[in-house]
């Protein structure tokens, strides 16, 4: 139990030593000189919140505080090291909240050792789990620069379930790891909210994850996310592009931006002409215009995967009308679509037939970039493919007219390319 006397005493020792005067030590704190005084009055306590300003403040640890006596100066401790375990507890008690789930196949909650799903599946013969793991790459560094924290926890979620919905997989549960060099309570609380928001719109659970906290390791202030989900899809629906043929037609689905991928080439022309970040396309600054989050495909084709324990018959009612899929990430069109083209088969884009986006316009014109390097390297306006047959594609545009602008932008021939850029 905790002693307001020892309490008292002891910050005020401590502030003494730190040659402050109460005003001093409530200036940087942000508050008021009273609030010191009652404190070192034994009348009240420290709120969590400043708990762990007023440690570092004063040059001790929170545990030190709460026990009002400072641990023996020879001895280490992992407080000492940069961890402080009851400043961590409150962050802990902030996550759980955001880890509250509805979903009937999450049996535990934070505090185990491990996470545990019920996978179960009686509807689906011969179920397959899908598992992925990702990270928002280097934007994450100007998400956190430019005050973008929440919204690149949805990058990194809506990465995360496109990779595996184009395995035809539904998203099930997911996993997240923050690795920081100091945990600041509301910068984690906002982390965790975030991805446990996007998991929900991608209709998964955030099930748990860690938070490691490396000071010696990792810069304060720095903070690095991942994630790894787990989907299901039935054996006999796994969409992987065996499927894909002849005359098959290349449908295109639209990008908001950049996603999650030409970062570093990005923050190189940043670096190079600082002035860009204010310039103005369509209406908004280009940070805001790179900073949009990764754009969530799942809700758009799932009436179109879904076996009937999920969401009924496929909406166009035949096995095999999604031949194939691609997330377009890092090595662009060619680098993504050409990983499910069978051999003996070609992909022929029409480059006319791409709706590019204004930010890639404006990032090709101030960087000098050539045409080969933007398509290499960015979306340019196309975040995800559908290949179909030609008797679906029509019915599949409308479909997924309902949510993102869809269009047709090749077609598969007969070739050696997997995939190649005519027009």
């Not at 040059?59 to 940069?82: C, H, M, Q, R, W």
């Not at 096995?319 to 993504?336: L, R």
Request: glycine content about 10%; overall charge neutral; charged content about 25%.
């Amino acid at each position: 139990m905790l002693d307001s006397s020892r309490v008292g005493n002891f910050i005020m020792q401590k502030r003494k030593e730190a040659g402050l005067t109460q005003q001093q030590l409530a200036d940087k704190l942000n508050i008021s000189f009273q609030a010191v005084s009652k404190w070192e009055n034994g009348t009240t306590y420290p709120n969590v919140e400043l708990l762990y300003e007023l440690a570092a403040a004063l040059s001790v640890t929170v545990d030190e505080i709460l026990s009002g006596n400072e641990k023996v100066k020879e001895g280490f401790s992992y407080s000492k090291a940069g961890i402080d375990i009851a400043y961590t507890d409150t962050i802990k008690r902030e996550m759980a909240k955001h880890l509250e789930t509805d979903d009937k196949r999450v049996m535990n909650g934070l505090g185990s050792f491990a996470s545990l799903y019920d996978i179960h599946f009686p509807e689906i013969k011969g179920p397959v789990l899908v598992l992925k793991s990702e990270e928002p790459g280097s934007k994450q560094k100007l998400a956190m620069e430019y005050g973008y924290t929440e919204s690149i926890c949805h990058d990194m979620i809506n990465h995360l379930v496109n990779d595996i919905v184009v395995m035809g997989a539904k998203p099930l549960a997911v996993l997240d790891t923050i690795v920081c060099g100091n945990a600041e309570k509301d910068t984690i609380k906002t982390l965790v909210k975030g991805i446990s928001e996007a998991c929900r719109e991608n209709e998964c659970s955030l099930v748990g994850g860690e938070t490691s906290i490396q000071p010696l390791v990792v810069d304060a202030g720095v903070y690095v996310l991942t994630s790894s989900i787990a989907g299901i899809v039935e054996k006999d629906r796994i969409i992987d592009g065996s499927q894909i043929k002849t005359g098959d037609s290349v449908l295109a689905i639209a990008s908001n931006g950049l996603h999650t991928n030409g970062y570093s080439l990005v923050r190189l022309l940043m670096d190079k002409m600082p002035q860009i970040k204010l310039d103005k396309i369509g209406g908004e600054t280009f940070i805001e215009r790179i900073m949009k989050p990764h754009t969530p495909y799942y809700k758009a084709i799932k009436g179109l995967l879904m076996p009937k324990g999920f969401a009924g018959k496929a909406k166009l009612g035949r096995e095999y009308d999604i031949h194939g899929m691609a997330h377009i990430t890092g090595g662009g069109i060619e680098g993504n679509l050409g990983r499910i083209i069978p051999q003996g088969l070609t992909a022929e884009i029409e480059l006319t037939k791409i709706k590019v986006l204004d930010i890639f316009q404006y990032i090709q014109r101030v960087g000098n970039i050539s045409q080969e390097e933007m398509l290499r390297t960015f979306n340019c306006g196309i975040g995800f493919i559908l290949v179909v047959p030609e008797s679906a594609k029509q019915a599949v545009i409308e479909h997924v007219k309902a949510y993102y602008d869809c269009y047709e932008i090749g077609r598969i021939v007969q070739g050696d390319a997997r995939v190649r850029f005519v027009k």
